[in-house]
Every structure is written in C-alpha cells, then in structure tokens.
C-alpha cells in the first residue's frame, strides 16, 4: 500500500509540473500575440517603435507576425490540451490517494470539473493579465518572449506545414482558390485599439489598414514595380 501511494504521488506530482508548465506556455502565448499586435500597430500608428529596439528571435516574432499568428494559435491549443489533460489525472490521482470512496463515474465527473476549473483559473488569472502586459508593455514583452516563441516556431512549423497540406486538401475546390494570409495578430490589435473612444471600423478602412501593415514588409523595388507602367 504504502509503495502504491508513493506511485499516485509521483503521478500527481508530474501533472502538477505539466499543469504549470502549460499554464505558463499558454500565457506567454497570449502575452506575445498581444504584445505583437501592439508593437506592429504601434508602429503604423505612431511609429513609436523601432526595428532597432529588437534584434535575433525577438525581431524575428515581431516582424513575421503572419507566421507567428498560426504558430501562437497552435501553440495555445497545444498548452491548454497538455493542461486540460495534466489537471484531468491530477484530480483522478488526489482522489486515488485520499480514497474518496466515489464510484468510478463519479472520480471522472470530478476529475472534468477539476479540469473545467482549471482552465477557467488558467484564463482568468493567466491569460487576460498576460495579453494585458504584452500590450501595454509589447517591445519588452517581445524581447523576454522572444526566446521561448522562436523555439515554439520552430517546433510547432512541421505541424503547421502538414495541418495546411491536409487542409488544403480536405477543403472544396471554391475554398482552396481564396486568398488565404489572413493575419489574425494584425486584425486583432486594429479592432482593440482604441475602443473606448473609437468609430467603428468600416470594411473599407479594414482593408486599408491591412493593406498599410503590408507595405511594412515591401522594400523600394516593389513599390517601384507597383507604380512603373509598362514601356
């Protein structure tokens, strides 16, 4: 018995750390796509940020924010399942180790409310604060971040690559042929900027406003291409 309980505190002690390490990986996620956002509307805005002021991974993040949307997106679904599963057999183990005395449906039911109340904690306490820090504060949350978000790039991409490929074909023809680059970070910030005094923004004025993001990442020949009329 005695060597039984050392093995349910084991496992309850590896959800716990697994719990906490996602916890904190799904904020830094929601840190990031704030703190981008931020610093890329930022700089359309008042162009109070510099690409000086960031350098390595973290400029890498900040000026590659269609790719870093996907991987962020993933990124949080990964954390929050690794959560959802770590904190399910946490509660299972805590109830292993008192002797409950429930039934087995009943150890599961109060395993999922563990779970339901920890991703609830997870977002209240974790993630609303973090996306508020990373947009009040996005130049030195992207530095911190910086790191730790280029390693999710570069571990979450092959997933993204074949979750595309699969998608692309698993989707109708109509859908393959839309114009896909749709920059959620960008879209994000424009339409929280500002909204305690803003207008509401008009499809058109959307569209201007992700067409201005994009001339960030165009160099003087492109636009040189865009205004030479052909001889």
Do not use: H, W
Request: aromatic residues 10%; proline residues 3%.
């Amino acid at each position: 018995r005695r060597q039984r309980q050392m093995c349910i505190r084991d496992r309850l002690i590896i959800c716990l750390l697994a719990a906490a390490f996602a916890a904190a990986g799904g904020a830094a996620g929601a840190a990031m796509a704030l703190a981008i956002a931020s610093f890329r509307f930022s700089n359309l805005k008042k162009n109070a940020q510099k690409k000086s002021e960031l350098s390595g991974a973290a400029k890498f993040c900040a000026y590659n924010s269609e790719k870093m949307a996907s991987i962020i997106s993933l990124e949080r679904r990964f954390f929050f399942a690794l959560e959802a599963f770590s904190a399910f057999f946490a509660a299972t183990a805590v109830a292993d180790m008192v002797d409950s005395g429930l039934s087995r449906g009943g150890e599961i039911t109060a395993a999922l409310a563990a779970t339901a109340a920890a991703l609830l904690l997870q977002y209240a306490c974790l993630d609303i604060p973090a996306a508020k820090i990373g947009r009040n504060m996005p130049a030195q949350t992207i530095s911190k971040l910086g790191g730790f978000m280029y390693a999710a790039f570069v571990f979450f991409a092959p997933f993204d690559i074949i979750a595309r490929i699969i998608a692309k074909k698993a989707m109708p023809r109509k859908l393959r042929d839309m114009e896909s680059g749709f920059d959620y970070i960008d879209v994000e910030m424009m339409l929280r900027a500002d909204e305690n005094d803003a207008e509401a923004i008009t499809p058109y004025t959307g569209k201007i406003v992700k067409n201005a993001f994009k001339l960030q990442e165009l160099d003087v020949s492109d636009v040189c291409l865009l205004y030479t009329s052909p001889s």
